[in-house]
């Protein structure tokens, strides 16, 4: 673990692009994230259930015809219900109804899935006990109008299912999702009897991913060049997936700034990962879509003082990297934290050869040599 000496020089670039020079060893090491660089916030932990809905308001009330009374899940995005029709029938239309109020609640983004499985997953769990096919998935538009059903949503589905899994993955924005009434047809148009109806089984389910942020406080805001937070409600194991807009590096070392408050929520342990993949791991995923690779772990002890800028990080690494993983399995103070927040992240390292000419730091051997 050799510790770099920090910014022996400081060149201003032609296009006013500052750059840190550190001198690590006989290398030179740039910071390698700038604003704008592609972000997304991950957690690896397995999918989760938080559903939970009033006992007045439970899934079976989507089945009664009556928009007046509706499905209300606290769970938000990803909640949803499982239903288990009279007999297996070949869903390929579905129409829903808006409930009462609070637009925001509204279904937006759905899937739908099938399954042959007799259903073992509990109310309110995740749903996944079962062998379940990915049928269809889109969006419904459904009007602000309330108590009001919205239009017929085909589904391309070549197949009879026994139960149907419908997950909204995304609400209109709020926080809660609701639903007055689904229907479910076999036919394309919505015509015909609907497939589901009072007194078939039915339980409320959802899958979700533990990483979520607050809309202004994403993980672009971990590279924005100010003090804009990023905090996520994983906790712990969440963190984010960076790729460099520099290009390919080598980091050795890693700078943290803490948040505004709440140093419960500083990350104690962190794991750096690297991958040349493509990055296929949606925002909020659980970044396991690439083949990463672990570069280095271990503790930050960062200071208590929030907007505060941590200590220097270093590590022994020697392999190039497109894009980097970086979790905090360990918060200060897990227990009393509601979620993992920091301030700002920089890795420290040397970009490629190529990556090098193209920042004009080539000028800077050139001086040194020089000098020599
Ligand atoms: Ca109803
Ligand atoms: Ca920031
Ligand atoms: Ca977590």
Redo the contacts with the bound molecule.
């Keep these: 673990m050799a510790k770099c000496k920090e910014e022996v020089v400081m060149k201003k670039l032609a296009f006013a692009l500052i750059v840190a020079v550190v001198a690590c060893g006989s290398s030179y090491a740039i910071p390698i994230l700038r604003p704008g660089d592609a972000v997304i916030a991950i957690?690896t932990?397995p999918l989760a259930s938080r559903s939970s809905y009033p006992g007045g308001e439970n899934p079976t009330f989507i089945l009664d015809g009556d928009p007046g009374t509706k499905y209300l899940n606290f769970g938000g995005n990803f909640t949803g219900f499982i239903v288990t029709p009279s007999a297996p029938a070949q869903v390929q239309s579905f129409v829903m109804a808006t409930a009462n109020d609070a637009e925001g609640r509204d279904p937006k983004v759905w899937k739908l899935y099938g399954t042959n499985d007799p259903i073992t997953s509990t109310d309110n769990s995740t749903g996944l006990a079962e062998n379940w096919v990915l049928v269809d998935s889109g969006t419904v538009a459904l009007p602000a109008d309330r108590l009001t059903v919205g239009p017929v949503v085909t589904v391309n589905n070549a197949a009879a299912y026994a139960s149907y899994k419908m997950v909204v993955e995304q609400t209109k924005g709020a926080t809660i999702m609701q639903v007055g009434d689904v229907l479910m047809y076999a036919s394309t148009d919505g015509s015909g009897a609907s497939v589901i109806g009072p007194g078939n089984p039915i339980i409320a389910v959802q899958a979700a991913p533990?990483?979520r942020y607050p809309g202004a406080e994403g993980p672009a805001n971990i590279i924005d060049g100010t003090l804009a937070k990023y905090l996520n409600f994983?906790?712990?194991?969440?963190g984010f997936i960076v790729t460099p807009s520099i290009g390919s590096s080598i980091i050795d070392a890693f700078q943290i700034t803490t948040a505004n408050d709440s140093p419960e929520r500083d990350p104690l342990s962190w794991e750096i990962y690297g991958t040349n993949d493509a990055i296929a791991t949606e925002d909020n995923g659980q970044g396991d879509a690439e083949m990463w690779a672990l570069i280095a772990s271990g503790l930050v002890f960062l200071p208590m003082e929030r907007d505060t800028v941590g200590p220097m990080v270093s590590f022994a690494n020697g392999d190039a990297y497109t894009s980097y993983k970086m979790i905090f399995p360990l918060l200060r103070d897990g227990d009393a934290a509601n979620s993992m927040q920091i301030a700002e992240v920089q890795f420290y390292g040397v970009p490629e050869p190529a990556t090098l000419a193209l920042l004009g730091l080539g000028a800077i051997s050139l001086v040194r040599k020089r000098r020599a």
Excluded: C, M, V
């Design positions: 957690d932990d533990d990483s994983g906790k712990t194991n969440s």
